[in-house]
């Protein structure tokens, strides 16, 4: 899972976005002062979904959504998850 700490909006805020390999999807959450989740957003399509909720937080550049495409990307050609796709196209 990837995990990039991006400038919030508001010092009341810390926001994060990444890419979790396991679940394959994108997401941000917004974090308050206290540490506690103000809000999640999970999505499977496309790190410009995630960024476009995030707005009232922050703003997630160009340069960072090319690295969370480039790392969903790399999941396909990851040795673990060529295996499982081997093993699933032989019906095991």
Do not use: K
């Not at 899972?1 to 917004?30: K, Q, W």
């Not at 909720?53 to 480039?70: D, E």
């Amino acid at each position: 899972m990837s995990r990039h700490t991006i400038d919030a909006l508001s010092s009341d805020h810390e926001v994060v976005v990444g890419y979790d390999r396991p679940l394959d999807n994108f997401f941000g959450t917004v974090y308050d002062r206290e540490g506690d989740v103000v809000c999640w957003i999970p999505s499977e399509d496309s790190p410009e979904a995630v960024a476009e909720q995030l707005t009232a937080y922050a703003v997630v550049s160009p340069a960072l959504l090319t690295t969370l495409r480039t790392e969903r990307q790399h999941r396909a050609t990851h040795p673990m998850r060529l295996a499982a796709d081997h093993r699933t196209a032989a019906g095991r």
